[in-house]
């Protein structure tokens, strides 16, 4: 139910919706910085060199750019639909297809090794992945993976409701610092949100516009301070989202 050929179906084309959401969304967007911010963490490298490995329509890279206006960006995808458009909204960049598995790229090229949301989509390679990571990051560069836990009431939806997103059910704190560990005794985890509502209410409504934005903003506000109660309130070991952080010595 969650091989390699659902997972190319469903994403080959560029979510150009889910896209402009992120980008447009005020709520989302603090999230974004506040994560990009964190992201950057521990970078000291003027000009720093970042690769996404599943890159999708480039929102992620566009979102670090800002943070770093100086970065050389490369976004590698499968998905040949995704990468025109992210070269379209980001012509700085530079889109490559290829297979995370097998990276077409030299050793030690990256400061920093960016995975978001992927991992679980590929649970048939998750080692060869990361191996591959390891390899074109650059002594004293990062890599930093970013998965929900498939624990989380929401994600448990999700899994079931979108078979491709059915591999996070094995998503657990364990298991994701247990794979940073097979590179790197230094691997390091922490929980970055509290809480997927907000992201939840974006995925269902995107950002509404004419009449629709009377019925989902107020919605959107609601979710967002959700969010902070559960930031305020939930002990962080029971956050949603988890960043998985590997230094290469």
């Known amino acids: 139910m969650n091989g390699p050929h659902l997972q190319k179906q469903f994403h080959a084309r560029a979510d150009i919706r889910r896209f402009w959401n992120r ?3 005020p709520y989302l967007r603090r999230k974004e910085e506040e994560l990009s911010r964190r992201i950057w963490e521990g970078c000291q490298t003027p000009r720093p060199r970042l690769l996404e490995v599943g890159c999708g329509e480039g929102n992620n890279l566009l979102q670090l750019r800002e943070w770093a206006p100086a970065a050389a960006c490369c976004g590698l995808d499968f998905s040949a639909a995704k990468l025109r458009f992210f070269k379209e909204q980001c012509p700085q960049g530079l889109p490559v297809c290829g297979d995370a598995a097998a990276l077409p ?3 030690a090229r990256f400061d920093l090794v960016l995975l978001r949301d992927l991992l679980h989509h ?3 390679a998750k080692e060869a992945v990361l191996r591959e990571c390891w390899r074109v990051t650059r002594p004293g560069g990062r890599i930093v993976v970013l998965e929900g836990r498939g624990d989380a009431l929401l994600n448990r939806i999700f899994q079931r409701l979108y078979p491709v997103e059915r591999g996070m059910a094995a998503s657990t704190p364990a298991n994701l610092l247990g794979l940073g560990r097979k590179l790197t005794a230094a691997a390091s985890l922490e929980f970055v949100e509290a809480s997927y509502l907000l992201r ?5 409504a995107g950002w509404p516009e004419g009449r629709m934005r009377y019925i989902f903003r107020p919605l959107y506000r609601l979710a967002f ?4 109660l559960a930031a305020a309130w939930l002990p962080r070991r029971r956050w949603t989202l988890m960043m998985l952080t ?4």
């Open 122 to 124: 590929l649970p048939w």
């Open 23 to 25: 980008r447009n969304n």
């Open 246 to 249: 590997l230094v290469k010595d």
């Open 105 to 107: 790229f030299k050793d």
């Open 225 to 228: 301070w959700w969010d902070r």
């Open 200 to 204: 939840a209410v974006g995925f269902v």
